[in-house]
């Protein structure tokens, strides 16, 4: 690889599995020591870090439960500490995705989502931006999803929850980039994983049929927008959503 975060060091939520764990192994292809977070996928997260440093970079698990705002700044100070002091890029991954209809929708259910997508990554951001400014700035790279202005069924709660997602990082990026900090999204499309297309065969085949590329999106994919996003060649890239979703919102509605 070309080396683009040699010298970083990066914190990765919800890294044990999935998109979290491409961004993380993509994170430490180019250069960076990686925080890998997560909250229940423990042996996951161990996994990959166990990867990571067979490539020859730096590594730690570390495990927090993100709903929880004091969880939040002990992570980031942990990352920190790991890292000499310094965090230069933080990608908040972690997030939930229940289906639920709005008619059965309690508040409980409605928070569980927001604490999960949205208060998180707040919090998260918070604590690292304390850290990034004072030792020469960073970037930090929200996922969102293409579902934050494509709504689906069932999904209310979390569509709204990404939504949000895409406006905090603007608004955080107009406010932290005096301070030397870059705040943008990423929002992916349909991201495949072992059993998706049995769990959900219709789904699966309508978007096939649908996007231009021909084919689902893998975590690497979403890895290599955070990659981007974070190394100098995104250095005059803030308050961005960057959609990866092999062209499907490209296609029409009617």
Not at 26 to 40: S, Y
Not at 51 to 77: H, K
Not at 231 to 247: C, E, F, K, N, R
Request: proline content about 4%.
């Amino acid at each position: 690889m070309s080396g683009l975060l040699r010298g970083q060091v990066a914190l990765v939520t919800g890294a044990g599995a999935g998109v979290g764990r491409g961004i993380a192994l993509r994170f430490a292809e180019e250069g960076a020591a990686v925080a890998v977070h997560c909250r229940t996928s423990v042996s996951g997260a161990h996994d990959v870090a166990g990867r990571i440093r067979d490539m020859g970079s730096r590594a730690v698990v570390l495990q927090a439960d993100l709903t929880v705002e004091d969880a939040c700044a002990r992570l980031v100070r942990d990352a920190a500490d790991w890292g000499g002091g310094r965090l230069t890029a933080l990608v908040n991954n972690a997030g939930v995705q229940p289906t639920q209809d709005l008619s059965g929708m309690t508040a409980a259910d409605w928070r569980a989502v927001v604490d999960a997508n949205l208060s998180s990554v707040f919090a998260c951001t918070q604590a690292a931006v304390e850290v990034m400014r004072a030792t020469g700035g960073g970037s930090v790279t929200h996922i969102a999803s293409v579902e934050a202005t494509h709504p689906a069924p069932l999904h209310a709660h979390y569509c709204a929850s990404k939504a949000a997602v895409v406006m905090h990082a603007r608004s955080a990026a107009l406010e932290y980039g005096p301070q030397g900090i870059r705040v943008n999204t990423v929002s992916p499309g349909l991201i495949d994983r072992e059993g998706l297309a049995e769990d959900w065969p219709e789904g699966v085949r309508r978007w096939r049929g649908a996007v231009p590329t021909g084919r689902l999106g893998r975590p690497e994919d979403v890895g290599d927008a955070c990659v981007f996003l974070a190394s100098p060649l995104a250095s005059w890239i803030t308050g961005h959503d960057l959609v990866v979703d092999g062209g499907v919102s490209a296609r029409p509605t009617w």
